[in-house]
C-alpha cells in the first residue's frame, strides 16, 4: 500500500497559520459536539473516543475538547446535525468526495455545488467515484531513534491493523474501518502518540494534472475546506507533497 501521506518537516505540519489551525478545530469541535450528545463519555462511546483521539493528533488543547463536549448538552439544543457525503468531480475529471456536518441540508448542497461549478467541476450522483476510494482507518506515529521499525510493526499487529508503511520520518498503520477503535486504543495503552488517528478515504490510484488545472482544483480544495459545513475532501489528484493534506 502506498503511503497516505507524506510526513516530512513534522514541525512545520505541527505549526500551521493559526488561522488554518483554529478552521481546524471548529471542524473537529462540532465533530465532538455531535458525537457527544447522547453520551458525553467517551468510555463508553467510541465513536466519541475515535474524535477525542483525532482533535489531540491535531493538537487540540484539552480545554477546546472539553468545551465542544459540554455544547452537545448545551449550544446544539435540539438542532439536528446530519452526515451527508457529496460524491464530484472536479477539473481534468478529478475525483473528489466531500463530507460534510449540516443541520441545513438545502444551504449545503447549494454551497458546495456552487463551490465546484466555479472550478470547473460539478456534483455526481451517490457511488460515481466512491469505487476508486477504500476507506481505511489510518494512525501516523512520528519515527523517532527510540521507536523502532520492526517494534511498531509488532504493535500494529498485535492490534489488528492491515499493514504498516515506514515514511522517512513517521509510520503509518492502517486498519480496517471496524477494528480502528480498538487498534487506536490498544495502541494509546502502549504509549504511542499519533500525529494522526481516523478514518479516511484513500484514492486507489492517483491522477496528474497539467500547472493551470492544478492552480484550480487547489482553489476548489481551498473554498470547499473555508466551507464551516465541510468536514474533510477526500481527492485522487497528486499535490506536492507540502502542497496534500489529504
Known amino acids: 500500500m502506498s503511503g497516505h501521506s507524506k510526513w516530512h518537516n513534522i514541525q512545520a505540519k505541527k505549526g500551521k497559520a493559526d488561522a488554518a489551525r483554529g478552521k481546524l478545530f471548529t471542524k473537529i469541535g462540532r465533530e465532538l459536539a455531535v458525537a457527544a450528545k447522547g453520551n458525553p463519555n467517551p468510555a463508553t462511546n467510541s465513536k466519541l473516543a475515535d474524535i477525542i483521539a483525532k482533535a489531540k493528533a491535531a493538537n487540540m488543547p484539552n480545554d477546546n475538547i472539553e468545551r465542544s463536549i459540554k455544547k452537545a448538552a448545551g449550544e446544539l439544543g435540539d438542532k439536528e446535525f446530519k452526515e451527508l457525503t457529496y460524491e464530484g468531480y472536479g477539473v481534468g ?3 473528489v468526495i466531500i463530507t460534510t456536518l449540516t443541520d441545513n441540508n438545502n444551504r449545503t448542497a447549494g454551497d458546495v ?3 465546484m461549478s466555479k472550478h470547473g467541476g460539478s456534483l455526481g450522483t451517490t457511488g460515481s467515484v466512491s469505487y476508486m476510494f477504500e476507506t481505511k482507518g489510518v494512525l501516523v506515529v512520528e519515527r523517532t531513534p527510540q521507536l523502532s521499525e ?3 510493526t509488532e504493535l500494529a499487529i498485535e492490534a489488528g491493523a492491515d499493514d504498516v508503511v515506514t515514511q522517512e520520518d513517521a509510520f503509518e498503520i492502517y486498519t480496517a474501518p471496524a477494528v480502528f477503535s480498538e487498534a487506536r486504543k490498544y495502541l494509546e495503552e502502549k504509549g504511542l502518540e499519533f500525529l494522526q488517528a481516523e478514518i479516511t ?3 486507489q490510484s492517483k491522477i496528474t494534472l497539467p500547472a493551470d488545472k492544478l492552480e484550480t482544483f487547489r482553489k476548489m480544495l481551498d473554498k470547499l475546506e473555508e466551507n464551516d459545513d465541510v468536514q474533510d ?3 485522487n489528484v497528486d499535490l506536492p507533497d507540502d502542497e ?3
Do not use: F
Request: proline share 6%.
Open 93 to 95: 475529471g478529478a475525483a
Open 113 to 115: 455545488r456552487a463551490i
Open 150 to 152: 520492526d517494534e511498531v
Open 201 to 203: 478515504m484513500l484514492p
Open 233 to 235: 475532501v477526500y481527492h
Open 244 to 246: 496534500e493534506e489529504e
